[in-house]
């Protein structure tokens, strides 16, 4: 079974900061997806990024970007410039798609982000 | 435009009482998913459907119930066998263009709140 450990319960930065968030995963799995999602205070889940695991090179989606290392299992999230619009929980999952068009999502206990003014 | 309608936002169960939340999407996507998400948990998978009358149990399926009778929509019943419905229940969904799905992100609706009177 996957684990996503996100080591992180809450974190702050002063906006217009840099922030990273950390995410580890354990897995024997060689195809694989990993996501990051943002859950605001409204709690809709919104996708931020994604990484499909046989890509060296990290996804980047405008201030948002990952540093994807696959031998050490970790996927973190680097916000640049951040913004008020930014604070909320953020999760990391990990994605095996199966046969049959099924997908197994597993999620990580998310951190909490609050950008100060 | 098209996305995931999730009613009601809030709903309150009696003690013995059967309650339904609905879930609806316009994205012509086949896979559908039922979460609940706890403080301080990540989300957990209660039901998946990836076709119309087919579902499959995810993790923690006891207490619920559910029925895909129709591509759009995924309602989850949370019986009085669940003992702790008191949680926040988010569903989604996945699609793709010839059927691969199974490497695509879900997208989710904007949740129900569910509490015990």
């Known amino acids: 079974a996957q684990t996503v450990t996100q080591s992180q319960p809450e974190m702050s930065v002063q906006e217009a900061e840099t922030v990273t968030l950390s995410c580890t995963y354990d897995t024997s799995e060689n195809n694989y997806y990993l996501f990051w999602y943002k859950q605001p205070p409204s709690r809709q889940m919104i996708l931020v990024i994604r990484?499909?695991?046989?890509?060296?090179q990290n996804a980047t989606e405008n201030r948002f970007s990952v540093n994807f290392q696959k031998a050490a299992k970790s996927f973190s999230l680097k916000i640049s410039d951040s913004q008020l619009g930014d604070t909320a929980m953020y999760f990391c999952?990990?994605?095996?798609?199966?046969?049959?068009?099924?997908?197994?999502?597993?999620f990580g206990t998310g951190t909490k982000l609050q950008v100060i003014p | 435009d098209g996305g995931i309608t999730q009613s009601p936002k809030y709903l309150f169960r009696k003690e013995g009482q059967n309650v339904t939340l609905s879930c609806e999407q316009n994205l012509n996507h086949d896979a559908m998913y039922w979460y609940r998400q706890d403080p301080g948990q990540g989300l957990r998978l209660i039901y998946y459907?990836?076709?119309?009358?087919?579902?499959q149990k995810g993790d923690i399926a006891e207490g619920y119930s559910v029925s895909r009778e129709k591509k759009e929509s995924f309602p989850l019943t949370v019986t009085s066998a669940q003992k702790n419905p008191t949680a926040f229940y988010l569903c989604?969904?996945?699609?793709?263009?010839?059927?691969?799905?199974?490497?695509?992100?879900?997208?989710f609706g904007d949740g129900t709140r569910l509490s015990i009177l």
């Open positions: 990484q499909e695991a046989y890509k060296q």
């Open positions: 989604a969904s996945t699609g793709g263009a010839g059927g691969r799905i199974a490497n695509q992100p879900q997208h």
């Open positions: 999952a990990f994605m095996k798609p199966l046969s049959g068009g099924y997908q197994k999502v597993t």
């Open positions: 459907s990836q076709i119309v009358n087919d579902f």
